[in-house]
């Protein structure tokens, strides 16, 4: 079975390649490569049938009650069903007040949708509840960083990155607030930090791109290394065209930034962070552009 292939896609350039010529930098993004959109697996329908039948017929305590609520309510978040999703982490909260899993959801949940206040007052529940849940700091940092709040997010992105130095996905994210702030320091701070992160990791390349040591046509190319299957293959892909929408909307290439984004998108990888956010980033190009068809 043929893993990927690449396509040419001039259609989706169209509008950008119309407005301004383009460099032989950025022409490289009318050649992609596109994964098969991964498909919901079979078990989860199935799991979802069952905790449903479970729920509705079974005699069990209130906390078993709210751990099947929470737990399907995470099946309904890996298919793409937030707002199922949603219902059913505020039933586990009506149920066991005190899940932090839940509150850790919802204020993704609520980020995603722009209610940054309830986001952090969701964020701040699950740290409460337990100040060594690492992700909350990461999903709170990020929820202030859309929020318009960059010191904040600072302060929660160090510490998420305090606990693995040579996660590039932490210092990325950590990065992306540090500009907010200062776009010299926060170059700074990304070479200093890429230093502990190997090279044999290939979101090192991500890393390098943002640092200006590559090209994108050159972190296009190195893409389908070492992927072996289309589910490895489209986890790339959500991962490499959301980093590759935000250095293009820090250079101003608004319309292929949102090209980028939609393609993340089109992974259906929908629990990455990346695939959650790039839906929003669309969202606020489209709030932020006089041309809102992008």
């Known amino acids: 079975m043929k893993l990927y292939y690449r396509v040419l896609i001039l259609g989706l350039l ?3 390649q119309a407005c301004s010529s383009l460099s032989q930098e950025r022409s490289v993004s009318g050649q992609l490569v596109i994964a098969e959109p991964v498909e919901i697996n079979y078990k989860s329908e199935i799991a979802l049938a069952r905790m449903s039948e479970v729920i509705q017929r079974a005699e069990i305590t209130d906390d078993q009650r709210a751990q099947l609520f929470y737990d399907r309510g995470v099946i309904y978040d890996s298919v793409g069903l937030r707002s199922l999703a949603r219902l059913d982490f505020n039933r586990a909260l009506r ?3 005190d899940l932090v899993e839940a509150y850790n959801f919802l204020g993704i949940h609520f980020t995603q949708l722009q209610e940054y206040t309830q986001a952090y007052d969701s964020l701040d529940s699950a740290i409460e509840l337990n100040a060594e849940h690492e992700f909350a700091y990461l999903n709170r940092g990020i929820a202030l960083y859309y929020g318009g709040r960059p010191s904040l997010a600072v302060e929660d ?3 998420f990155h305090s606990n693995r130095l040579d996660d590039p996905y932490r210092v990325l994210w950590l990065y992306l607030a540090e500009r907010e702030i200062s ?3 926060a170059l700074a701070n990304l ?3 890429a230093e502990n992160i190997e090279d044999r990791v ?3 390349e991500i890393i390098n791109l943002y640092l200006g040591n590559i090209s994108q046509k050159r972190f296009m190319t190195n893409l389908v290394k070492g992927v072996n299957t289309n589910k490895d293959l489209s986890d ?3 991962e490499a ?3 590759l929408g935000k250095i293009n909307q820090i250079n101003g290439n608004v319309h292929d930034a949102a090209n980028f984004f939609k393609l993340a998108l089109s992974t259906n990888v929908f629990e990455f962070v990346e695939h959650r956010y790039a839906k929003l980033e669309l969202d606020l190009l489209r709030e932020s552009s006089a041309n809102k068809v992008l």
């Open 191 to 193: 070479h200093k930090r």
């Open 183 to 185: 776009t010299e320091q």
């Open 157 to 159: 992105l160090k510490a």
């Open 202 to 204: 290939w979101a090192k």
């Open 241 to 243: 065209y959301f980093y």
């Open 236 to 238: 790339r892909l959500c």
């Open 95 to 97: 149920l066991k007040p």
């Open 14 to 16: 169209l509008s950008s």
